[in-house]
T-cell receptor, first 116, second 108 residues
């Protein structure tokens, strides 16, 4: 039990669909992150939110749209995705503000996304 | 640019010791993390080094040399449950830059 939950755990969608991934942290943390993990590749940081404000957007295509309504919840809205977007999407949270030297991140179990 | 290298795969025997190396070249450095990730599960924190030297925590130890841009994770008394991917990540001002991970297989 990591204190970070993600739903759904698995998602299959067509290229014309619109779907959303949800992340919730129960740890009282102030920063939340979205990562993409593709097979045989390093985790790629997508977005960072600190105190509900986006502080990092790593050149992610606009077909991925994050939303952070409060410090406990983070969403990733998906539309018109491509098959190469199929991957494991991991959410993480950390205690302090995102830009801080020591910042252990606690990960959720991820959503396995398949785009057909 | 940013470069973090780890071996892709390693195999070891139950009860043995294994060392997983990580070398890095990054534009900033605020410490180095090791995470363990079992297939289909979340990465979980193993260790954090910010100063040179060895940090020991039970069967796991992690070493850092900042001047050499080098770290290793040492796993002793290997168990079958240690079969997992081990991720090295450099902390740059709160952002984690990950290596591709080392897939460790522990054999009986």
């Amino acid at each position: 039990e990591t204190g970070v939950t993600q739903t759904p755990r698995h998602l299959v969608m067509g290229m014309t669909n619109k779907k959303s991934l949800k992340c919730e942290q129960h740890l009282g943390h102030n920063a939340m992150y979205w990562y993409k993990q593709s097979a045989k590749k390093p985790l790629e940081l997508m977005f960072v939110y600190s105190l509900e404000e986006r502080v990092e957007n790593n050149s992610v295509p606009s077909r991925f749209s994050p939303e952070c309504p409060n410090s406990s919840h983070l969403f990733l809205h998906l539309h018109t995705l491509q098959p190469e977007d199929s991957a494991l999407y991991l959410c993480a949270s950390s205690p302090g503000r995102a830009i801080k030297p020591y910042n252990e991140q606690f990960f959720g179990p991820g959503t396995r996304l398949t785009v057909l | 640019g940013q470069n973090i290298d780890q071996p892709t795969e390693m195999t070891a025997t139950e009860g043995a010791i294994v060392q997983i190396n990580c070398t890095y070249q990054t534009s900033g450095f605020n410490g180095l993390f090791w995470y363990q990730q079992h297939a289909g599960e979340a990465p979980t924190f193993l260790s954090y080094n910010v100063l040179d030297g060895l940090e020991e925590k039970g069967r796991f130890s992690s070493f850092l040399s900042r001047s050499k841009g080098y770290s290793y994770l040492l796993l002793k008394e290997l168990q079958m449950k240690d079969s997992a991917s081990y991720l090295c990540a450099v902390n740059q001002g709160g952002k984690l830059i990950f290596g591709q991970g080392t897939e460790l297989s522990v054999k009986p």
